[in-house]
């Protein structure tokens, strides 16, 4: 049984959606503020997090900041109509999706589902990947830089992944969209802020690229010519 954390400080939305949630077969647990979600996570280990971004004492902003650098948990946020902006800020923290208030119960559990998804291997056991000083294994869903193992968002590995599977072939952020998002009303830049993501955590200098390399005007690709990790200087 997967087990969902209800981050929310509005007691009626969290009893709603443990009673949904729990009908559709996951045990649920809930924290009121991003401080205690903290404390939450990591003792029960959810599979999935609902993450309201707007909380007393500590926001999703602050619970995803702190957070991301302990677990990649998939993380679905939730934010009213006029804070898109708000959701593209959490997407660069390193939430994986979200869903827009008001929301319909079967939308959210869709959108779940499909975060679960995305996040469980499908590959062959054996499959690891490299390029210059970084080996993706599909296996264990791990991804390293040299020796230092890299904490990735579902989303993220799953483009990097799409990626080194072909490196030198240019994927569009259309097709990149698709491989991590089953959500129709998301937009391409959702894919650019995963990049950027990808690039502060591999890259030596994210301002130079030298591995996720941008194709203007049609996508990205892996660049694979880079056998040797340019070392700074």
Not at 73 to 82: G, H, K, L, Q, Y
């Amino acid at each position: 049984m997967k087990t969902i954390l209800i981050v929310d400080d509005k007691l009626s939305l969290v009893r709603l959606l443990q009673d949904y949630l729990g009908g559709e077969g996951y045990r649920t647990v809930a924290a009121d503020n991003g401080r205690t979600a903290l404390y939450t996570a990591r003792h029960v280990r959810p599979d999935l997090i609902v993450l309201d971004l707007m909380m007393p004492d500590l926001d999703g902003f602050g619970f995803l900041e702190r957070y991301r650098q302990e677990a990649d948990t998939p993380v679905v946020v939730i934010t009213a109509r006029d804070e898109r902006a708000l959701a593209v800020r959490a997407l660069e923290l390193g939430a994986d999706d979200h869903v827009v208030k008001p929301f319909d119960l079967p939308e959210l559990s869709a959108r779940i589902r499909a975060v679960l998804r995305r996040a469980r291997p499908t590959v062959t056991p054996d499959e690891t990947l490299r390029v210059g000083d970084v080996t993706l294994d599909e296996r264990r869903r791990l991804v390293t830089r040299g020796a230092q193992t890299v904490t990735l968002a579902p989303a993220e590995f799953a483009v990097l992944r799409h990626l080194m599977r072909d490196p030198g072939r240019v994927a569009s952020r259309a097709e990149l969209l698709a491989c991590f998002c089953e959500d129709a009303d998301s937009t391409e830049r959702t894919v650019d802020v995963h990049v950027r993501r990808l690039r502060l955590k591999l890259e030596h200098d994210p301002a130079d690229p030298r591995l996720v390399l941008t194709v203007f005007g049609v996508g990205y690709r892996v660049n694979p010519e880079l056998t040797v990790w340019p070392r700074p200087s």
